[in-house]
């Protein structure tokens, strides 16, 4: 008899100090799983979103964020501050220069968002400017990173849809800080 009053022949004694074999497997299988499904539900419960990481993949945001950079991503509303676009949560480069809010080095919030009907991994940029959609955002825009310099010569304006339908999610890194994106 165990200290507990089991048997030691009883299915779940065996199962619980077995030193070697299939049982010792399963066991640590199984451990490894929960650990790995705890760590998944208190990411979870922290971010708000799921995945709450994402990888850096393109050079845009260099030289804060690496490509391969996990990035811990979380809710819009969660963490910003009250001067964030509307219930978005999002802090644009002009707000934060005016506010004096920074993340990854540089004024606003960096977001990650995926484009209205296009699939792929997600894109991770500095929010530069609030945009509505139909608005001609060129002339608020950093010339150095347009490829024209009138809103009839550039791909995405006017705007196509609103900047806040894209459903930019603020982020928060456990790496390194970012830079602007190319637009």
């Given amino acids: 008899m165990s200290d507990d009053g089991r048997s030691p022949d009883d299915p779940l004694t065996r199962f619980l100090q077995a030193d070697s074999g299939a049982l010792l497997f399963v066991r640590e299988v199984l451990s490894s799983a929960l650990a790995v499904a705890l760590v998944g539900v208190l990411l979870f419960a922290i971010a708000g979103v ?31 501050p009250a001067f964030g676009h509307d219930d978005t949560g999002v802090v644009t480069y002009e707000t934060g220069a005016v506010e004096g809010y920074s993340t990854f080095g540089m004024a606003g919030s960096v977001v990650v968002y995926r484009p209205p009907g296009e699939g792929g991994p997600p894109i991770i940029h500095r929010a530069r400017l609030h945009v509505e959609q ?24 006017p705007a196509p849809t609103p900047a806040s339908s894209r459903r930019a999610t603020p982020t928060r890194s456990t790496t390194r800080s970012a830079a602007s994106p190319p637009w």
């Fill in 134 to 157: 139909g608005e001609n955002w060129v002339d608020r825009a950093n010339p150095d990173y347009l490829p024209a310099t009138s809103c009839e010569q550039v791909p995405s304006c």
């Fill in 50 to 80: 799921w995945p709450p990481m994402v990888a850096v993949e393109s050079g845009s945001m260099e030289p804060h964020m690496e490509r391969g950079d996990l990035v811990f991503i979380t809710e819009p509303d969660r963490f910003s």
